[in-house]
């Protein structure tokens, strides 16, 4: 393998006007903290980012940078002197690896060095004149080749590529500040929190659970999806914030008509969240609503849910199509995990009729029936937080019924 280094670009990081500074050294630090144990250097550079591979495989480099969001691009180059004797031996030798069968091709030159003193055009037409001379199997192509050779010619040193490969995109982890996603352990909302990091906002999660009117494999989904998604956090960690549901999923059985009861269950959902999200700093709640998905996630639903809180709800996902999510789900590795068969406390009882237009009247009506406030409060108080890393083996299955039990003696 001839490539030596890996060309890191960062797309729109470097129009950030006043928090480009922060913007660049939050990505420095992630691409840092990703590399950690592999054999490679990092040069930094202004609006770059050069790993020199060392003796390091490529595709466990590439692998890693395929976790950074605010990266928009990456190509393995070959790098050498900027000198056109040397230039051409490498070009050559380079399109001699890559094109072993009779392929079209076309140089581009990029001259970021103006002092260099020949202009590109001629650079251009200089190099693949003398692969051309010296190679069996090209044909000029400058339309449409089937492979590019591109030279970028910077102070002392030139770049050659020829493939351009799409990154994540997006901010670095953390530099939009902090959210609570709610997770459950569906396919949609580890895709919304995936999005909403990809965006620069880092995540604690937050689960309502039942157990054991519940199965606790239903729980042990959601530290499985939580681990899916720290490797794209900076330490590779997240917290996740376990809420007993139990009561007030009884007392929402109890005391609301059955119409009403996905409202009334995602208003308290609501309302933990945000005693949540104001105790952990964040400053907004995400979720995995999608418009039209079901009775609870019509616009109207949405309104009169949204009306117990003040933080903004993002919803990632709220244009998508379920075939987009789901792809992007198998892509993140999620989505054998979130299509195992155990039902959280949203599943396990579904109304004949949901109400697809609730009223906030009316759900305020019918929450007068009980007194929520105190079960919100012991719920809020008796959540379990863990922290997580990708790497966690913790089995909640081997350990109880009870995710409440079971967290307190870990
Ligand atoms: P998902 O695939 O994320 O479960 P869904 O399409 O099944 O979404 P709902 O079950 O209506 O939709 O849930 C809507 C959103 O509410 C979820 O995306 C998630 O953000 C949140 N949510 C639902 N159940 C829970 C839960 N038990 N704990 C935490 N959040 C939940
Ligand atoms: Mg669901």
Do not use: W
Request: proline share 4%; charged share 25%; hydrophobic share 40%.
């Amino acid at each position: 393998m001839l490539y030596n280094q890996i060309l890191v670009r960062f797309g729109d990081l470097t129009l950030k006007g006043k928090n480009q500074k922060f913007f660049l050294h939050s990505l420095y630090k992630l691409v840092a903290l990703k590399m950690e144990g592999l054999n490679v250097e990092i040069e930094y550079q202004y609006d770059r980012i050069f790993i020199h591979l060392l003796n390091e495989n490529p595709d466990l480099v590439i692998e890693r940078l395929n976790l950074v969001s605010g990266i928009s691009s990456y190509s393995l180059v070959v790098s050498c002197k900027d000198d056109l004797d040397i230039m051409k031996e490498v070009a050559l030798e380079l399109m001699k690896e890559v094109a072993k069968k009779p392929t079209t091709f076309k140089v581009n030159t990029k001259r970021a060095n103006k002092d260099f003193p020949i202009h590109s055009m001629e650079i251009t037409k200089y190099i693949s004149a003398y692969v051309l001379s010296h190679h069996n199997n090209l044909i000029v192509d400058v339309h449409n080749p089937e492979i590019s050779l591109n030279l970028e010619l910077r102070k002392g040193v030139c770049y050659m590529y020829n493939t351009e490969i799409r990154a994540l995109g997006g901010f670095p982890v953390g530099v939009a500040g902090k959210g609570l996603l709610m997770l459950s352990g569906g396919i949609d909302s580890p895709v919304a929190g995936f999005m909403a990091m990809k965006q620069g906002i880092e995540i604690e999660c937050v689960h309502f659970e039942s157990t054991p009117l519940t199965s606790i494999e239903s729980a042990q989904k959601v530290v499985d999806l939580v681990k899916k998604l720290a490797k794209y956090a900076p330490d590779n960690q997240i917290r996740l914030h376990f809420v007993p549901f139990k009561e007030l999923h009884q007392a929402l059985l109890k005391y609301i008509p059955e119409s009403y009861n996905i409202t009334i269950m995602r208003r308290m959902m609501l309302r933990i969240s945000s005693e949540l999200a104001k105790r952990e700093n964040c400053l907004c709640i995400i979720n995995g609503e999608s418009v039209g998905q079901v009775a609870s996630q019509t616009l109207g639903s949405m309104r009169t849910i949204n009306a117990v809180t003040e933080f903004p709800i993002l919803r990632p996902l709220c244009t998508f199509d379920k075939q987009d999510i789901i792809r992007i789900s198998k892509k993140m590795d999620c989505y054998d995990v979130s299509i195992r068969p155990f039902e959280d406390c949203c599943t396990v009882y579904v109304p004949k009729s949901p109400a697809t237009a609730p009223k906030i009247e009316k759900a305020e009506l019918y929450e007068s029936y009980f007194d929520y406030s105190t079960l919100v409060k012991e719920a809020v108080e008796n959540t379990a937080t863990i922290t997580l890393s990708k790497d966690s083996d913790l089995d909640l299955t081997l350990l109880g019924l009870e995710v409440r039990e079971v967290v307190k003696n870990l």
